[in-house]
């Protein structure tokens, strides 16, 4: 008897596990890893091979993470690339300019200056009632050519850079990258936040319906400007921290990521229309997306392939979304017919 | 925003037009803001940047703009359904990359010309298949083929390129009528043109599309083919795109993987200035046309008055904002006219 109990209860738990929708994804990502250690060991067990899996997604994680929220309130910022660029390049003049100025200013000016540009972004779609594809496609454009426009042909080299600050890009605590470190703090946080609080569960109720959540009284444009705020402000820290990793920044700095992050975002099971997701996927599908550009080379296979593989996941992700969301409106519905 | 409330707003739009004159009607449109803007525009360029007024200019504006010009015409009536194709830039360079892997392969030109557009109307129907019969939402879609396309595209031919093409073709890309300044696939683009002025306006395939884009439950009712509405559009941008895709190879006689990469997001905004709204249900080809020149007028001005494409890009990004912001803070005033007092009902955005 206790054991029945005892086996439905495991079986439960593991029926909840598989349910979660990142799970399936951190599997893929778990066989891509897998796949490409078992052709070259050295994917994973060099110091180079465990740095760089860890390393190499730092960046596009917390873009993705931004980009999560905002898509789970129905929306979507297309200019997340465009703000990296920007923060970026604003951190290495940062340096140059105010030489000896403490890295922690630095970051702090990059995030407050990333989020500024997100609230830009929040301030046009909740209160002109704008679709925010629009809006955030203009921006993409016009916070790139002020990029551009600022930068000129110049750009900034490691050389330019305090030694510190570089080697926060490179540099490890107990073989975990720092950059990595980072992205997990604010994925943790966020994540939290997003799961647990009143504010968080709002951006879902938000996203699910717009109309309801208005009648229900929800303060939808201080959420929207909360949102908005936040990917800019993670946009502005992953600039400062592609300055950290590569040193090197021209004015087309993260130019083609706000693909990338929806992309992850779409991968982790954030659903387009708003109301379902989790930062937790977005992150692990920005993961997968970068480790599947280094996998395939080892893999024996050409790396401009890399796109097609990720076009193939993206489509595959969705549609593996859409087929889980059907199966559970058919259990809800037979539930129903049960209590009758 | 519920479809519902999108509907009864088009709905009292609908009704609120026709209290008005009919000349009121037609001119005080978006649509015809935009186009006299861009006469404003063109006039001003004319008049100020020197360069701009010679009749080669026009030649040049009309080809640069051109795969811009052809793309847009499927993408509005896309966009007045509400859905959206994010991959037709990718299916430019794939169609571009087939051509010249298959004419460097020994085929015939013309034989690898009619593979690409075939290949581009698998790659609609690719996206029109997922999109109606799965039921997914097209801009997670499209941005999936988006970088499958392209990855076949950049996997087809690396990082090469392959410029060898028949000399008849290149030069015709470029060619001019007679003596005068109208480059010859302007005729091209005019009776597609033609084509989808009578499709959207003139038929009930056309209204079809508007009633989808206004209620998609409603025009299922009154008899609309939804999905099969939707699955011919995608179609007919994969075609499109690889007729725009067999030009960019033609006009720069050269074949690769990156060709036309980030189009997509220049033939969205044109289409968006020109009065499409995102939500669906609303637009003109007229406008969108007038939107694409209005970009293609400023920018070729522009870099004649030796501005960079940088500043072009601040300027497009902000029209795009700004011609959205105005028509919806002016919808915020007439309705604040209406109801003295009243604080109009807050609406919450929704992404496209």
């Keep these: ?340 | 925003m519920t479809a519902t409330t999108t509907a009864a707003a088009a709905i009292a739009r609908t009704y609120r037009d026709y209290d008005r004159p009919l000349w009121q009607r037609v001119l005080l449109t978006r649509e015809m803001a935009i186009v006299a803007l861009v006469l404003v525009v063109a006039v001003v360029a004319a008049a100020t940047v020197r360069g701009f007024g010679q009749p080669i200019t026009v030649t040049y504006l009309l080809l640069d703009v051109m795969p811009i010009l052809l793309i847009a015409l499927p993408m509005t009536l896309i966009m007045i359904t509400g859905e959206i194709d994010l991959s037709v830039a990718s299916i430019v360079g794939l169609s571009s990359v087939l051509t010249g892997v298959l004419t460097a392969g020994g085929l015939p030109f013309e034989v690898a010309a009619v593979v690409a557009l075939v290949a581009g109307a698998v790659c609609g129907a690719i996206n029109g298949f997922l999109v109606t019969v799965v039921g997914l939402p097209s801009l997670a879609v499209t941005i999936g083929t988006l970088a499958l396309f392209r990855g076949l595209a950049v996997g087809l031919l690396g990082t090469t390129a392959i410029t060898d093409f028949p000399e008849f073709w290149t030069s015709l890309a470029k060619a001019r009528v007679g003596g005068s300044n109208v480059p010859v696939v302007l005729f091209v683009f005019l009776v597609l043109l033609a084509v989808f002025v009578v499709l959207l306006h003139f038929t009930p395939f056309g209204r079809g599309i508007y009633a989808i884009g206004l209620s998609k439950a409603a025009a299922r009712f009154s008899g609309v083919h939804v999905e099969r509405t939707k699955f011919v559009l995608f179609v007919l941008a994969g075609v499109i795109s690889a007729l725009a895709g067999i030009f960019y190879t033609l006009r720069f006689g050269s074949a690769r993987g990156d060709n036309a990469t980030g189009l997509e997001l220049q033939v969205i905004a044109a289409v968006v200035l020109g009065g499409v709204s995102v939500f669906g249900g609303r637009g003109a080809i007229h406008g969108v046309i007038a939107g694409v020149l209005l970009i293609g007028v400023l920018s070729s001005a522009l870099r004649l008055a030796n501005v960079t494409s940088d500043v072009i890009n601040i300027i497009t990004g902000a029209l795009l904002v700004l011609s959205v912001v105005t028509t919806s803070f002016l919808a915020w005033l007439r309705k604040r006219r209406r109801a003295p007092g009243g604080t109009p009902r807050v609406e919450a955005s929704t992404a496209g």
Excluded: C
Excluded at chain 1, 199 to 225: H, M, N
């Design chain 1, 1 to 340: 008897m206790t054991a029945t109990i005892e086996k439905t209860a495991v079986t439960k738990r593991l029926h909840a596990i598989g349910a979660v929708r990142e799970f399936g994804i951190l599997i893929a990502l778990a066989l891509v890893v897998l796949a490409a250690t078992i052709a070259n060991p050295n994917f994973l067990f060099s110091a180079d091979g465990w740095r760089d899996l860890l390393l190499t997604p730092a960046i596009l994680v917390l873009v993705a993470i931004g980009q999560a929220i905002v898509i789970i309130t129905r929306n979507v910022d297309l200019s997340v690339g465009s703000i990296l660029g920007l923060s970026a390049y604003l951190t290495g003049r940062l340096f140059i300019d105010l030489q000896g100025i403490p890295i922690v200013a630095v970051f702090v000016i990059a995030v407050v200056f990333g989020g500024l540009l997100g609230l830009v972004n929040g301030a046009l779609v909740a209160f002109a009632k704008v679709p925010a594809m629009v809006i955030t496609l203009g921006t993409l454009y016009a916070y790139r050519g002020i990029n551009v426009l600022w930068t000129g042909s110049d750009r900034i080299n490691a050389s330019d850079l305090p030694k510190d600050f570089l080697a926060l890009g490179t540099g490890q605590i107990l073989w975990i990258p720092i950059l990595t470190i980072i992205a997990v703090v604010v994925l943790a946080v966020t994540g939290w936040i997003m799961k647990n609080t009143r504010g968080g569960r709002e951006f879902y109720a938000i996203g699910s319906d717009p109309a309801a959540a208005e009648l229900y009284g929800l303060r939808v444009t201080r959420r929207l400007l909360i949102a908005f705020a936040t990917s800019g402000a993670l946009a502005g820290l992953a600039g400062v921290l592609y300055a950290a990793r590569y040193g090197t920044i021209n004015s087309q700095a993260g130019s083609g990521w706000e693909l990338d992050a929806v992309g992850a975002a779409v991968i982790g099971g954030v659903a387009i229309t708003g109301g379902v997701g989790s930062v937790w996927g977005a992150a692990i599908g920005a993961w997968l997306l970068l480790t599947i550009n280094r996998a395939l080379p080892i893999l024996g296979i050409p790396d401009f392939w890399q796109r097609a593989v990720v076009g193939v996941l993206i489509i595959g992700a969705i549609v593996l979304d859409r087929v889980l969301a059907v199966r559970q409106k058919r259990k809800l519905l037979e539930a129903r017919e049960d209590d009758r």
